[in-house]
């Protein structure tokens, strides 16, 4: 790829916030192999990290440790000689809204005082745009009352409430919606804002491939009932719960409840999200957008089919119920990012959910 389809030259350095994290480390291997060099915030050291990319890349990224963004001078430190910026870090924390939204704020403010930094990019969320729950009963919610649009100017109060909530699941709140409203108000540089969707599809965990083959092995072969495990932290010795990472799937309890739910979902894969956080910052079409990562809508019949093709001797996969009422969730503006992905990557299109749960289970029966 030439520099001339990048709005930030080839070697030049972009901080990336949260680099340990299951998304993130898939942003840094996608600015590095652009040919940029990354500064990447962790909490604690994580040798891992920094082991890897040089393994891979050489001495091109550097690891830094920021606790937290309140401190002006850290904040300074780390952005000095940076080019550009993908803020990725959130907290699920009790009361965490002004956190979130003082840490972006404090980090946009501070960007905005370097005369080098030219692009920010924000990762949000989907939260941000609407919070669809399951009926309390746990009945099927018919087709008629889930259909739900979104369109570019989509906001939704209820995830900002849901996150003052105790009784909210930390995966559930929209922690990252008002930081994202903040920082629209008044950046003086390019900014753009990627929206994941909530189901983050496996390929590869960064650092941990061997570990988390493992880990999917045994729950294709674990009789045992389990939960849904999400994965943010991609340090092999530890794994964190979180919201986005869709990581490894118990095929028993958890899955024949979601299947009973059926709610309408959309799914993306963590390669994907991540070439679209590096359209953000470098493709030169992209200014001032909301960029929507939503691949394909699905529901767990879908995944579960899936999974009896990829693995039909797998008896630990359950049945697909005969009854398979769809919801709907219109994301009007996926195109434009498709289109990104298109024209930037040269790419066909996104990456199918067949595609990407077959990686993520590659080595498991």
């Known amino acids: 790829m030439s520099n ?23 942003v840094v291997d996608q600015l590095l192999s652009h040919g940029y060099l990354v500064r ?55 009361a965490a809204i002004p956190w979130v939204v003082k840490a972006t704020t404090n980090i946009l403010e501070s960007a905005a005082g370097m ?20 009926n309390p009963n746990g009945e099927v ?31 559930s709140k929209g ?3 008002e930081a994202e409203r903040e920082a629209w108000t008044w950046p003086e540089y390019t900014f753009n804002t990627v929206l994941p969707c909530m189901t983050v599809i496996l390929c590869k965990i960064i650092g941990a491939i061997t570990r988390s083959a493992d880990q999917l092995h045994n729950m294709l072969e674990d009789p045992s009932p389990g939960d849904l495990r999400f994965h943010d932290g991609v340090d092999p010795q530890t794994i964190e719960r979180r919201s986005h990472g869709f990581v490894v799937i118990n095929l028993n309890a958890t899955v024949r409840a979601l299947l009973k739910i059926n709610l309408a979902e959309w799914y993306v894969d963590v390669e994907d999200l991540a070439r679209l956080c590096a359209v953000g910052l470098s493709d030169p079409s992209a200014q001032s957008e909301r960029i929507f990562a939503f691949a394909q809508q699905m529901n767990w019949f879908d995944a579960v089919s899936l999974l009896q093709q990829l693995r039909p001797k797998n008896t630990l996969i ?16 996926r195109g434009r990012a498709e289109e990104l992905l298109r024209t930037f990557y040269g790419l066909p299109g996104w990456t199918s959910i067949r595609d990407s749960l077959e990686k993520g289970i590659e080595g498991c029966e």
């Open 175 to 177: 922690f990252k919606t």
């Open 4 to 26: 001339s389809k990048h709005a930030l030259p080839k070697g030049s350095r972009v901080l990336v916030t949260g680099a340990n994290g299951y998304i993130a480390s898939h």
């Open 115 to 134: 005369p080098s930094i030219k692009r920010v990019v924000l990762v949000s969320s989907s939260n941000g745009l609407s919070m669809l729950t399951p």
């Open 141 to 171: 919610l018919h087709e008629s009352k889930l259909i739900l649009t979104f369109m570019i100017d989509s906001w939704s109060d209820e995830a900002v409430k849901a996150a003052w909530d105790p009784n909210t699941p930390d995966e």
């Open 318 to 333: 359950p049945d697909v119920p005969e009854e398979n009422i769809r919801g709907r969730r219109d994301v009007l503006p």
């Open 40 to 94: 990447g915030t962790i909490r604690a050291p994580k040798p891992w990290l920094s082991e890897y990319f040089a393994q891979k890349y050489g001495d091109v990224f550097e690891a830094v440790i920021v606790t937290c963004f309140e401190n002006r001078d850290d904040i300074n430190r780390v952005l000095d000689g940076v080019d550009g910026i993908i803020h990725l870090i959130s907290a699920a924390l009790p």
